[in-house]
């Protein structure tokens, strides 16, 4: 049976405008209203033919190098999934508008969910690629969703953990949803190497949010840091810090990522 099948038939979710929603979950997310704002004033919110050629972006040049740095990510992480040779569960958690998720689609053997709590962007993903039998959307909360326990080979996070308070109880849900050998991938998401680096970096992210004339995101952003994840099995597959990395970024003036790719497993 399909991912697909499983959803169809499951009795939690029903499906809707090419998308499957949790029934018990409420449409109205104060989350999505402030989100989407801000995307707006960042223009960030990318119409239906951007969207299908994500990563390539031509639009906004301010925007052009954030999205060869994704571009990067993107061919790091493709390259690593298809050494296991094997196909896929992969569930993606803060998917947005599902660029990424389509590209993993595309490019794999594999079956992918993209969740989020982000309507409107969920919507235009599972509108657009709408033709891809190993892909489907899910409106969800990932902490109330009924998903199977041991379910996913690998679950991915990029640009995500922000939004998540405790990210310990994040990872701990996580866990439960991946299979024995599962794994579970943080990219393109500031983490700091301390507590301290977060605050610091907390107090700029207020300071940007106010000059957005979006005061309401301070409380639905948040700062990690390593020593979250200390009592979790671990390492870290690639350091913007090193000096290799540094290096390309400020010589060869390559597209490297500028946060780092952290790859957690059951003990």
Excluded at 2 to 20: A, G, I, Q, V
Excluded at 22 to 41: A, D, G, V, W
Excluded at 65 to 83: C, D, Q, V
Aim: with cysteine; proline share 4%; hydrophobic share 35%.
């Amino acid at each position: 049976m399909t991912l697909r099948d499983r959803l169809l038939s499951h009795p939690s979710f029903r499906l809707e405008k090419n998308m499957f929603y949790q029934k018990e979950l409420s449409h109205k997310n104060p989350f999505e209203e402030k989100y989407i704002e801000l995307r707006k004033r960042e223009q960030r919110v990318y119409s239906d033919d951007v969207v299908r050629n994500l990563p390539e972006f031509n639009e906004d040049v301010s925007l052009k190098e954030e999205w060869a740095i994704r571009k990067n990510t993107l061919k790091k992480l493709i390259k690593y999934l298809e050494k296991k040779n094997e196909k896929l569960l992969i569930l993606e958690l803060g998917c947005g508008n599902g660029w990424l998720s389509h590209n993993l689609a595309k490019s794999l053997t594999a079956e992918i969910l993209g969740v989020d709590v982000n309507e409107a962007e969920l919507l235009q993903g599972a509108t657009i690629f709408k033709n891809y039998q190993n892909l489907s959307f899910l409106y969800a909360d990932i902490f109330s969703a009924d998903l199977k326990n041991e379910t996913f080979d690998v679950i991915l996070l990029a640009s995500s953990i922000q939004y998540f308070p405790d990210l310990s109880q994040l990872v701990n849900r996580l866990l439960e949803l991946t299979k024995p050998s599962g794994e579970i991938h943080f990219a393109d998401t500031p983490i700091y190497s301390s507590r301290e680096e977060s605050q610091q970096a907390q107090k700029r992210s207020r300071d940007y949010f106010v000059s957005q004339g979006v005061p309401e995101m301070i409380s639905k952003y948040f700062h990690h840091h390593y020593d979250e994840l200390r009592s979790f099995n671990h390492r870290i597959l690639f350091d913007p810090n090193s000096l290799i990395s540094i290096l390309k970024r400020r010589i060869l003036r390559s597209p490297q990522p500028v946060f780092p790719w952290v790859l957690i497993k059951q003990r």
